[in-house]
Structure formats: structure tokens, C-alpha cells
């Protein structure tokens, strides 16, 4: 396939190197990027901060002179330890698709990067949904950090040229400039945690060479990741959606929840974080029939994707106690302790005590929080043998 013109993806792209000096000034002169920035800051002032951006001439420079040592900040107060696994794929400089699980808006992608940073390796680009792009000035942030834009908010007549546009991009970056992707499984954080890959997801990637499923999925060289939290901060606000919802069918979240979602994830306590990769799916794809249809590979290639992170999450006593509790069993009673079973009773009683709805079902939501730390060792149950 050919090159995309260079202005083709102007409305989807990240920001180029050399419109980042007028991006960051726009920022600066933004009193609603201050008010978001400069409470997150100390111990700098914003003048000194100020004064860090204007230096920065590259998405490079911003990455590493602001975003690196902000997150290494944030990294040392709201994590224990934050590990990456399985690095090998990008050792000789080749460029991937990378699929992984969603637990948190902001976080997964950022944390992926400072590990990137970390391995010296070049960071991805970062899809992100435009529902996501509450202001202007978000929008230009998140460009300037070398996120790509999903557009979601577009008609269901649109919604082909759209995603075929978003088709060629993908495949642009990843073939043509050797830039890896990261794009979540699907659409929104699995608020249960029973990940699952949308063939939705993957269809849209095929969409550039759509007579031709299985050569299209090939040549994006996707890679499985898997992404563990201790703990996941957002957990109560996913519980309390979950009965909202069960309680009102038509409840939807608003931009207010949008952004205590992102509050909550970027500032609370995750404790332990890994980022593990799975092998790459071109193996199980080479398998598939040249009969098969498009549905089914879709179908295989999903498959394919859940197991390889099913089979690399990293567990916790709190994810084994959780699943014992769901299934009635003793299966992992000897990967945790009596003490770590009351620690964990003590964390969902205080996880729920956050929660200040009308009509509080504790049982459904001390339900729905168990089933959050317990369904990524169910699903790893389920690959076992296969």
C-alpha cells in the first residue's frame, strides 16, 4: 500500500515536531490548562514550569523534559512498584500494534511509555477516544504527547469513512514511519474486569486492506499486553456506575464523571503495576484458512489476542481471594494468608463507604468490587491447557 500523503491524517495525527513550540505557547496562555497544571506542580511554580516548556522544540523534549519527570513523580506517590515484561519484541527497532486490556483512562498508556522511556526504546502513539476531549486544550495536550484521535462522536453514515481513515493511519505509522501504536481492546475500560477484545475493534484495523483480513492483521505485527493493578483506585466509581445503571437502564455517565474518573486513576493508590507482552499473534493468524471467512477470523484473531493476556496478567492475594469468593472454592487458599483475607474485606468495606448514592445495595456492590479483582484469574483459569 502506498504512502498516505502527508496532510491526509492532518485531523487525527499527533502534533509534528515543529508545530510544538506554538502548541506549547497556546497552552501557557490557556487559564484553564493552569488552573487543571498548577496544583499538580509543587514543589515548582508555574513560572518555573512555564519557563521548562517554552524549551521544549520537540514532541521528544516534551516527553522527556516534562511528561517523564512528572510521571516519575507520580509514579513514586501513587505506586509501589511499576514493572515491565517482555521488551524483546521491540529490541530490533521493529514497529508494532499494541492491544492491551483498559483499566485506566489516562494511566495505561502513560505508564507504558515511561517503561518505553525506561528500556530506551521509542515511545508509542497513543489512540484516545474524542469523547475524551473535554477542551480545546486537552485535545492539543494529549496531540502534543503523541496521541492519535479516535472520532466516536461522528454519524452512523460517517462512522465507515471514519474508521477506514483511522484504518490507514494505523497502518501508516506502524509500516511507513516504524512507529509502534497502543490501542485499548475495546471501547471504554471493561468496568468488570473480564477483558474481552471487540472484533469491532479489529475489523476497523483491517478496513485498509479489507478484502484481505488475515494479511491485514499480519502486517500490523500486534502484540498482547497485559495490565495489572494492585489496586485500582476507579474501582468504587466503577461499582457505583454498575448500580446506577441497574437501577436506571437509560443512566449515562456525564463529562463531570469523565473527569473524576481521571482524577481518581491519576491520583489515587494503584500499589503494585505491571506491563507484561505477550507473544505476537502473527503465528495464530498464519494458521487461519484462506476459506475462512472475515467474521471468523475477526473471531480467531480476538481469540488469539484474549489468551495471550490472559495467560500474562500478574496476581495478587486480593485476586485470588476474589475469586475464590466468586466461584465458592479453595482453589488458591494456599496464595493467600487469613490476614490477607481480612485486609481484603477491610479494603471492599472502605472501597464502598467512598460510594454516596441513593438506595446503597452493599451486597451488589461488594459483589461487583470482588468480581473486579476476581475475573482476570477466572479468564487465566480458562486458557490453562490451551
Not at 146 to 157: A, E, P, Q, T
Amino acid at each position: 500500500m502506498k504512502t498516505q500523503p502527508e496532510n491526509n491524517f492532518d485531523d487525527i495525527r499527533p502534533l509534528h515536531d515543529n508545530e510544538v513550540p506554538a502548541a506549547i505557547k497556546s497552552l501557557l496562555a490557556n487559564d484553564y490548562f493552569r488552573r487543571a497544571v498548577e496544583p499538580l506542580l509543587k514543589p515548582l511554580t508555574w513560572e518555573m514550569f512555564s519557563g521548562a516548556m517554552l524549551m521544549c522544540q520537540s514532541v521528544h523534549d516534551f516527553q522527556s523534559n516534562i511528561i517523564y519527570p512528572f510521571m516519575k513523580q507520580l509514579i513514586a506517590k501513587t505506586t509501589s512498584e511499576l514493572t515491565g515484561i517482555g521488551f524483546d519484541h521491540f529490541e530490533n527497532g521493529s514497529s508494532h500494534v499494541i492491544i492491551s486490556n483498559h483499566r485506566d483512562i489516562v494511566l495505561d498508556a502513560a505508564f507504558l511509555n515511561i517503561l518505553f522511556f525506561d528500556e530506551k526504546i521509542n515511545t508509542s502513539e497513543i489512540a484516545i477516544g474524542d469523547n475524551l476531549l473535554i477542551y480545546p486544550w486537552i485535545t492539543e495536550l494529549v496531540r502534543l504527547n503523541k496521541s492519535f484521535i479516535v472520532k466516536r462522536g461522528v454519524s452512523v453514515r460517517e462512522m465507515l469513512n471514519t474508521s477506514k481513515h483511522l484504518s490507514e493511519y494505523i497502518f501508516d505509522t506502524v509500516n511507513n514511519r516504524n512507529q509502534s501504536v497502543w490501542i485499548a481492546q475495546r471501547e471504554g475500560r471493561a468496568k468488570d474486569s473480564d477483558d474481552k477484545t471487540q472484533t469491532s475493534l479489529l475489523k476497523m484495523l483491517t478496513l485498509y486492506n479489507s478484502s484481505k483480513p488475515v494479511e491485514a492483521l499480519e502486517s500490523l505485527n500486534i502484540v498482547p499486553l497485559s495490565i495489572t493493578y494492585e489496586f485500582d483506585p476507579c474501582d468504587f466509581l466503577k461499582a457505583k456506575e454498575y448500580q446506577l445503571k441497574r437501577d436506571n437502564p437509560e443512566h449515562r455517565k456525564s463529562q463531570a464523571d469523565d473527569i473524576e474518573n481521571m482524577q481518581t486513576g491519576i491520583m489515587g493508590y494503584k500499589g503494585k503495576v505491571f506491563f507484561r507482552f505477550g507473544k505476537q499473534i502473527n503465528g495464530e493468524l498464519s494458521e487461519i484458512g484462506a476459506d475462512v471467512n472475515r467474521t471468523k477470523v475477526l473471531e480467531l484473531a480476538a481469540e488469539a489476542i484474549d489468551t495471550e493476556i490472559y495467560r500474562n496478567y500478574v496476581f495478587f492475594p486480593i485476586n485470588y481471594i476474589a475469586y475464590d469468593l466468586m466461584e465458592n472454592s479453595n482453589s488458591f487458599a494456599d496464595k493467600y494468608t487469613d490476614e490477607d483475607k481480612a485486609f481484603f474485606d477491610k479494603y471492599i468495606d472502605g472501597q464502598i463507604a467512598k460510594i454516596d448514592i441513593l438506595d446503597k445495595d452493599y451486597d451488589f456492590l461488594r459483589e461487583k468490587l470482588i468480581e473486579m479483582y476476581g475475573n482476570t484469574v477466572k479468564n487465566f483459569v480458562s486458557v490453562q491447557g490451551a
